[in-house]
């Protein structure tokens, strides 16, 4: 008689939360302002219609029917609306809790490249199909927990493709770079656009073209998204607001609330509340 036998160790997986949800946008405007979109979950999007690209960081990623896209906590993101054509999607966001090695595609990479995956036509309507059952039904906790692992087994084995058509001017592609970098400073956007050789007018133009913001709200935007990274590791609201480029307390407060909803020191607090 043959006997084969093979012992396996399963490692905890410590609790996480997951929400799913099937969204359908119409009669949108082309310009759009999706807010400051960071959090501190992972995300997967994955697209069923729509004229959109999304950003991840400084790149942008042309979208088609089947296009996933992922992010990590506090990886700073957002959808650009095209035209007013009906976008339908999914999204997924869970907290990875030190569960990071169970999920190498969200971390296991530099920030802001490999976010674009493409699945086989073969397995779309596969992952489709888990979607749907995820998002809208009643399921018992080991349906959700098999579900949820063989959508995470499918995007492990999903392509991430490279992306070479370059849809930025060469201002635009200065611009954001320059931002990453120096966002923390007390630039302003003349500093910006005397700094990438245009005018503020060409550059405004620009970014309206490319992602339907403003460079003023682009520089915002990363500064809120630095200063809710460092709150959620720690950092003080004092810290947070100086090292984030916001030159005044106040305002910092004041546009804190109004993109995330409450203050910095209660959005702390909610964080440490909930880890």
Known sequence: MTERKKDIFYSQIA???????YVENSDLDKGRD???????????YINLTGDVSFMVENRIYPIFT???VISRPYEYHHCIYHSNEPHKHFWILFKPNGND???EKFFDRPLGEKNLLTVSSERQKELFDLCFKLSGETLSELERYYLFFKLIYILNDADSPEILEDIYTKDMAFALSF???CFCDSIT?????????VSINTLERHFWETLHMTPSSYLKKKRLANAAEMLYNGHTV???CQESGFADYSSFIATF???YGMTPLKYKKHIENHK
């Not at 609790?15 to 949800?21: G, L, T, Y």
Request: with cysteine; aromatic share 4%; proline share 5%.
């Open 15 to 21: 609790p996480f939360e997951m929400r799913a949800a």
């Open 34 to 44: 999706t807010g400051s979109h960071v959090h501190p979950e992972c995300e997967i």
């Open 66 to 68: 089947g296009s996933v």
């Open 101 to 103: 090695r169970l999920f």
């Open 179 to 181: 931002i990453d970098k």
């Open 189 to 197: 956007i003349s500093d910006i656009a005397q700094s990438a050789h």
């Open 238 to 240: 004092t810290e947070a």
């Open 257 to 259: 609330k109004k993109n």
